[in-house]
C-alpha cells in the first residue's frame, strides 16, 4: 500500500515555464487536495476535489490548475510559473470520513527562478 | 474564514512535558487537528478531537479544546528527542472536512 505518491521530490523550473505536479494515491479515497507549505505561514488550500470531475478553489489557487479525470490522480499544473510560486507542495487525500482519515504525500520541493 | 494561531517555537529537556498551544477563529468546525512534520517529510495525523469533547487523551499526547477561548492545546507527555518536529494545528474552514485551515506551525526543539 504506497498512500499517497507525489512526483517529483524536487524541481527547478524558470520563470515562464509550466510543469506538472503529479500526486497519486491508492486508497480509493474521494477527497484530494493540493496545499503549499511556505515559511511562517504553514500550509494553504490551493484546489481540492471531492470526487472525479469535481474540482474547486481553495485560499490560494491563482497561478495554478488541476484535473481530476481519475479517483486515484489530482495533477497540479503551473501554467506560467512564477518566483512567487516557489514553495513546498504537499497533496493530501482523505476517505469517507473526511479529513480524519488524511494522508500526506511526502512533498515537491519547486524553486522558481 | 478560519484563521489559526500558533506559536513558532518551543524548546523543552527531555523527560519534560511539553505544551503547544493554538487559537482559532471559527467555530464551525467538526474535528480539530494536529499534525507533525518531521524534517523533510510530509504531514502526520497525530491526533483529533472532536468538537464537541473537552479532552482527549491518546497514550503520551493529551489535547484539550476551550471552546469558548477558541483554544486547542497539544500536551506530550515525556517528550523524547524523536518528538522534535514541527506540529500544526488545523481547523476546517467553514466546517468542511476536507477543507483544512492550518496554523503557522510551533518547532519543538527536545534537548538532552
Known amino acids: 500500500n504506497a498512500g499517497v505518491t507525489q512526483t517529483p521530490k524536487f524541481q527547478v523550473l524558470k520563470t515562464g515555464q509550466s510543469m506538472t505536479l503529479q500526486c497519486a494515491q491508492d486508497m480509493n479515497h474521494e477527497y484530494m487536495s493540493w496545499y503549499r507549505q511556505d515559511p511562517g505561514m504553514g500550509l494553504r488550500l490551493i484546489h481540492y476535489?471531492?470526487?472525479?470531475?469535481?474540482?474547486d478553489q481553495g485560499e490560494v489557487p491563482n497561478g495554478y490548475n488541476v484535473s481530476r479525470s481519475t479517483t486515484e490522480d489530482f495533477p497540479l499544473r503551473l501554467l506560467s510559473a512564477a518566483p512567487s510560486q516557489t514553495s513546498v507542495y504537499f497533496c493530501?487525500?482523505?476517505?469517507?470520513?473526511?479529513?480524519?482519515?488524511?494522508?500526506f504525500g511526502q512533498g515537491t520541493r519547486l524553486t522558481v527562478v | 474564514g478560519e484563521d489559526v494561531e500558533q506559536s513558532l517555537f518551543l524548546s523543552v529537556r527531555e523527560g519534560d512535558s511539553s505544551v503547544i498551544n493554538c487559537t482559532y477563529t471559527d467555530s464551525s468546525s467538526t474535528y480539530l487537528y494536529w499534525y507533525k512534520q518531521e524534517p523533510g517529510a510530509g504531514l502526520q495525523l497525530l491526533t483529533y478531537?472532536?468538537?464537541?469533547?473537552d479532552m482527549k487523551q491518546d497514550q503520551r499526547l493529551t489535547v484539550l479544546l476551550n471552546k469558548k477561548d477558541k483554544h486547542l492545546s497539544l500536551r506530550i507527555a515525556d517528550t523524547q528527542t524523536g518528538d522534535s518536529a514541527i506540529y500544526f494545528c488545523a481547523g476546517e474552514d467553514g466546517g468542511a472536512t476536507n477543507k483544512l485551515i492550518f496554523g503557522t506551525g510551533t518547532l519543538l526543539a527536545v534537548q538532552p
Open positions: 476535489s471531492v470526487g472525479a470531475g469535481i474540482t
Open positions: 493530501a487525500s482523505s476517505g469517507p470520513r473526511g479529513i480524519t482519515e488524511a494522508f
Open positions: 478531537i472532536f468538537s464537541n469533547m
